[in-house]
């Protein structure tokens, strides 16, 4: 994305607007049962009940050089750490656009998921990436149920 804006006509305004979905149903994680919701589950042992038995290694490779091209760092992507809900991300991602950090939060989330192997419904991961952006009161929102900065009971 970076790239195309950079070649754009100057005198072109842009809008980035993320719009955050749930790849897999809030539904999925509650039969999945245990602590999947707050801990997570081994992507190894998820992808493979998504995807088929060792299927999702054939996109590893094509995901690897999507990141490299992309000039990500790191562009190995880590499958050793657990994948879970990502509503919290996604509350995250809303607070982040209210003060105008959106495309940072975005980059740690995806950085801390893919290539640093962290757990997407872990609350101190969560913290830990507001902080990182810059977001005030991190801990207070991540627990918290508010899904904008507005909505915030801090």
């Known amino acids: 994305m970076e790239k195309a804006l950079a070649a ?10 993320y719009l955050p979905f749930q ?3 809030e539904s999925t994680w509650i039969q999945l049962g245990g602590d999947v919701r707050t801990k997570g589950i081994k992507k190894r042992d998820f992808y493979d009940m998504k995807f088929g038995k060792d299927q999702w290694k054939a996109f590893m490779p094509r995901l690897e050089q999507a990141f490299a091209a992309s000039g990500i760092e790191n562009s190995k992507v880590d499958m050793d750490g657990c994948t879970g809900p990502t509503f919290d991300c996604h509350r995250l991602m809303l607070y982040a656009e209210d ?6 939060m ?8 893919f290539t640093q192997g962290k757990t997407p419904c872990d609350k101190d991961v969560l913290v830990a990436a507001a ?4 977001l005030p009161n991190a801990e207070a929102f991540v627990a918290g149920g508010a899904k904008s ?6």
Do not use: H, Q, S, W
Not at 99 to 104: D, Q, R, T, Y
Not at 106 to 113: A, D, G, I, S, T
């Open 99 to 104: 003060l105008g950090k959106e495309a940072e």
């Open 8 to 17: 754009a006509p100057k005198n072109c305004d842009f809008k980035i607007k």
């Open 23 to 25: 790849l897999t149903p």
């Open 106 to 113: 975005c980059e740690e989330l995806m950085r801390n998921y």
């Open 149 to 154: 900065a507005e909505g915030a009971e801090l």
């Open 131 to 134: 902080e990182k952006v810059g």
